[in-house]
């Protein structure tokens, strides 16, 4: 049994701990557990692999939920995929996430390619993805030695309806085996680049923050290989601990409770 250090800061996934899938309707407890954090004082941010919906409308869908959250509560795969590009000047992409975020590329200063040209191939959750619009990535993996940028690499996301769909990481893995000269990179979970990112926005150290997720094989064991305490809820794509049996033991979860509502937090310093 692992030694945990007082926990002094959160940090929480969204779809599956605080919502059930991406109809975003909050689970039972969430938004009181949410409050009382919040009116703590207690540092948390939300960190997400979100590729569907732009950042500000993500937090907005949330409050609507009655979650008392702002933008700078959000560390997203798609604001830090945004900054992965600027950095390195690939402003012509390939966007094959959801075609409703097409916009919010072109808002960011990025063009999207009409004529199968570009940098770098974006990928992200997106349910009608067609095998032929995956062929569009040929060209440019192939031949342009552009870059493959996975917002992250789920295998699979539960949809508006709540069924289990194909996620970035199937699509990753397709264009990953193609071997193209440019780099294949993620930002989002389980990428240590959020982590850090989260990390540094509470202000807390590592061996102090407790990390929240329904999703222990993408989400908490780099959480735990970074030193963070790690919470296993069963709230969302997995309703029971079997999915352990993927994992090396040390790679368990510090934690493992039915819902947010059941994690103790840390008491009001007055
Ligand atoms: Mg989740």
Same mark, same amino acid.
């Given at each position: 049994m692992?030694?945990?250090?007082?926990?002094?800061?959160?940090l929480?996934?969204?779809?599956?701990?605080?919502?059930?899938?991406?109809?975003y309707?909050?689970?039972?407890?969430?938004?009181?557990?949410?409050?009382?954090?919040?009116?703590?004082?207690?540092?948390?941010c939300?960190?997400?692999?979100?590729?569907?919906?732009?950042?500000a409308?993500?937090v !907005?869908?949330?409050? *609507? @939920?009655?979650?008392?959250? /702002?933008e700078?509560? $959000?560390?997203? #795969? =798609?604001?830090?995929?945004?900054?992965?590009?600027?950095?390195?000047g690939?402003?012509?992409?390939?966007?094959?996430?959801?075609?409703?975020?097409?916009g919010?590329?072109?808002?960011?200063?990025f063009?999207?390619?009409?004529?199968?040209?570009?940098e !770098?191939?974006?990928? *992200? @959750?997106?349910?009608?993805? /067609?095998?032929?619009? $995956?062929?569009? #990535? =040929?060209g440019p993996?192939?031949?342009?030695?552009?870059?493959?940028?996975?917002?992250?690499?789920?295998?699979?996301?539960?949809?508006?309806?709540?069924?289990?769909?194909?996620?970035?990481?199937?699509w990753?893995?397709?264009?990953?085996?193609?071997?193209g000269?440019?780099?294949?990179?993620?930002?989002?979970?389980?990428?240590?680049?959020?982590y850090?990112?989260?990390?540094?926005?509470?202000g807390?150290?590592?061996a102090?923050?407790?990390?929240?997720?329904?999703?222990?094989?993408?989400?908490?064991?780099?959480?735990?290989?970074?030193?963070?305490?790690?919470?296993?809820?069963?709230?969302?794509?997995?309703?029971?601990?079997?999915?352990?049996?993927?994992?090396?033991?040390?790679?368990?979860?510090?934690?493992?409770c039915?819902?947010l509502?059941?994690?103790?937090?840390?008491?009001?310093?007055?």
């Amino acid at each position: 049994m692992k030694k945990h250090a007082p926990c002094k800061g959160f940090l929480i996934d969204i779809e599956g701990v605080l919502v059930r899938d991406k109809r975003y309707q909050p689970i039972e407890g969430a938004v009181a557990w949410i409050q009382a954090l919040q009116e703590a004082g207690t540092p948390f941010c939300l960190v997400s692999n979100n590729t569907t919906h732009r950042p500000a409308e993500l937090v !907005a869908d949330l409050a *609507g @939920a009655g979650f008392p959250v /702002t933008e700078d509560h $959000l560390v997203s #795969a =798609l604001d830090l995929g945004r900054r992965w590009l600027l950095e390195r000047g690939r402003r012509r992409i390939l966007w094959l996430g959801t075609p409703d975020l097409m916009g919010y590329w072109q808002d960011m200063g990025f063009e999207t390619t009409v004529d199968g040209t570009c940098e !770098a191939v974006v990928l *992200g @959750a997106n349910a009608d993805l /067609t095998v032929a619009e $995956l062929d569009a #990535a =040929l060209g440019p993996v192939l031949e342009q030695g552009a870059d493959v940028v996975c917002l992250h690499r789920n295998p699979f996301f539960l949809d508006k309806k709540g069924r289990r769909r194909l996620g970035p990481g199937a699509w990753a893995a397709a264009l990953e085996g193609l071997g193209g000269a440019g780099a294949v990179i993620t930002v989002g979970k389980p990428s240590e680049k959020i982590y850090t990112e989260a990390i540094k926005r509470i202000g807390v150290a590592p061996a102090e923050a407790l990390f929240i997720s329904d999703d222990p094989v993408n989400d908490l064991v780099t959480a735990g290989k970074l030193g963070l305490t790690t919470a296993f809820v069963l709230s969302g794509k997995y309703p029971d601990h079997e999915i352990l049996g993927q994992l090396a033991e040390d790679d368990w979860p510090d934690i493992i409770c039915k819902g947010l509502g059941d994690i103790e937090r840390p008491l009001l310093e007055s």
